[in-house]
């Protein structure tokens, strides 16, 4: 039998994020991330109301993490029976996918296939589908796809200007990340602005360890500063974002192979490259405010390269209802939305500093001044937007 609810699951190459929805309201019943997998520091963080507990795995790795999951989901009675579905996060769809589907043999072969595209996301995100579908054979899965949102865009956004062969034999273009999240907020910001989503324009800056800005045209995604990969666009927590393409050459003539160079692209760039510490946010700060000139260099350079991408993206809409923040370092880092916006003037924006400064919690997330063009803080969730898909595709 099944119980009344939708489990989440957003599984990484070293990492299991859940949440446990109630399929009535949809509101979110249990959450937690197992982390550090496969390592003896391998630990299990559980979230209930106002409980919170913490389980060491022991070298665990994803199967037994999964496993552990279920079992204190089941010890704390919150889930007695089998969901009622179950929705993943898939990273990666290609051009195959431009919404959630219900998972069967040829979903799964086009998630396999977009492997290519995406080798750090999507084998782990099949390996979470599989493991699932061994513990629950009869329950319906759904993937979600960070891609999906994007692709909406336009020729004049997705092609690159190499030979276009590339694109037509191999796929090579824009696919655009984090869409969950911009599409969520977007959504959020329209009932705010009492408007269909339909005729809004957007942008939305999507700021955590990841990093990703939007433009939305009547509801449409339809330019996106992430692209074939997650590594292009913005600087972000440890990538690098943009970069000239001949660095490559460059780096491989000083030794550097090109395993190695992305490596350093991924997990060495970014805030913790220039900084030469963190990748985090909030430390840079403490580091910036006590005189540490790297720190307070990889705060400007972010700022800077954030409020280029947001003009950027105002080229692709006749008008700007709104720009709004999301994500860890776009909801609480008052700092950095101050510094994007003093740098948009020339489109209008206007910062102001009591209500940026409470993070728009006293103000339904505006953070600008009345005259200003609007600027919003909404906190995203996608594990809500994949509950919600999942519960319309799994049952019909």
């Given at each position: 039998?099944?119980?009344?609810?939708?489990?989440?699951?957003?599984?990484?190459?070293?990492?299991?994020?859940?949440?446990?929805?109630?399929?009535?309201?949809?509101?979110?019943?249990?959450?937690?991330?197992?982390?550090?997998?496969?390592?003896?520091?391998?630990?299990?963080?559980?979230?209930?109301?106002?409980?919170?507990?913490?389980?060491?795995?022991?070298?665990?790795?994803?199967?037994?993490?999964?496993?552990?999951?279920?079992?204190?989901l089941q010890a704390l009675k919150l889930l007695v029976k089998d969901p009622l579905g179950i929705g993943h996060r898939v990273v990666h769809g290609g051009e195959s996918f431009s919404d959630s589907v219900l998972i069967d043999e040829t979903v799964l072969a086009e998630i396999e296939k977009c492997s290519a595209l995406a080798p750090l996301h999507n084998p782990a995100n099949l390996l979470g589908i599989?493991?699932?579908?061994?513990?629950?054979?009869?329950?319906?899965?759904?993937?979600?796809?960070?891609?999906?949102?994007?692709?909406?865009?336009?020729?004049?956004?997705?092609?690159?200007?190499?030979?276009?062969?590339?694109?037509t034999e191999h796929?090579?273009?824009?696919?655009?990340?984090?869409?969950?999240?911009?599409?969520?907020?977007?959504e959020v910001?329209?009932?705010?602005?009492?408007?269909?989503?339909?005729?809004?324009?957007?942008?939305?800056?999507h700021l955590g360890n990841g990093c990703s800005v939007t433009a939305i045209k009547n509801g449409l995604s339809v330019d996106t500063s992430m692209g074939l990969t997650p590594l292009e666009g913005l600087m972000m927590g440890t990538r690098s974002g943009d970069i000239d393409p001949g660095l490559f050459e460059f780096l491989n003539k000083i030794g550097m192979d090109s395993e190695r160079i992305s490596q350093m692209l991924n997990k060495e760039s970014g805030l913790k490259g220039l900084s030469g510490q963190t990748n985090d946010m909030r430390t840079l700060f403490d580091l910036a405010d006590k005189g540490d000139e790297k720190a307070a260099l990889a705060i400007e350079v972010f700022c800077f390269k954030l409020a280029k991408y947001i003009a950027?993206?105002?080229?692709?809409?006749?008008?700007?209802?709104?720009?709004?923040?999301?994500?860890?370092?776009?909801?609480?880092?008052?700092?950095?939305?101050?510094?994007a916006l003093e740098k948009l003037a020339i489109l209008g924006f206007e910062v102001s500093h009591s209500l940026n400064n409470s993070n728009g919690r006293e103000s339904e997330g505006r953070i600008t001044?009345?005259?200003?063009?609007?600027?919003?803080?909404?906190?995203?969730?996608?594990?809500?937007?994949?509950?919600?898909?999942?519960?319309?595709n799994a049952v019909k």
């Open positions: 039998m099944n119980d009344d609810t939708i489990l989440v699951i957003n599984c990484g190459s070293s990492s299991l994020k859940f949440a446990l929805f109630s399929a009535q309201q949809l509101n979110c019943i249990a959450s937690g991330l197992a982390e550090k997998l496969g390592t003896k520091d391998a630990v299990l963080s559980v979230k209930s109301g106002d409980e919170k507990s913490s389980y060491c795995l022991d070298d665990a790795d994803h199967h037994i993490a999964i496993n552990h999951v279920i079992n204190t599989q493991l699932m579908a061994e513990r629950y054979p009869s329950t319906p899965q759904v993937a979600v796809f960070d891609t999906a949102f994007h692709q909406t865009l336009p020729e004049t956004s997705y092609l690159y200007p190499i030979p276009y062969e590339l694109y796929g090579i273009r824009r696919y655009g990340f984090h869409g969950t999240s911009h599409k969520y907020v977007a910001a329209a009932k705010q602005l009492n408007k269909p989503l339909a005729v809004c324009n957007f942008i939305t800056a950027a993206m105002a080229a692709s809409l006749p008008s700007i209802d709104a720009l709004i923040f999301t994500g860890g370092i776009g909801e609480n880092a008052s700092r950095v939305r101050s510094a001044e009345p005259d200003s063009t609007l600027s919003l803080v909404i906190p995203t969730n996608e594990e809500l937007v994949i509950a919600r898909d999942t519960l319309n």
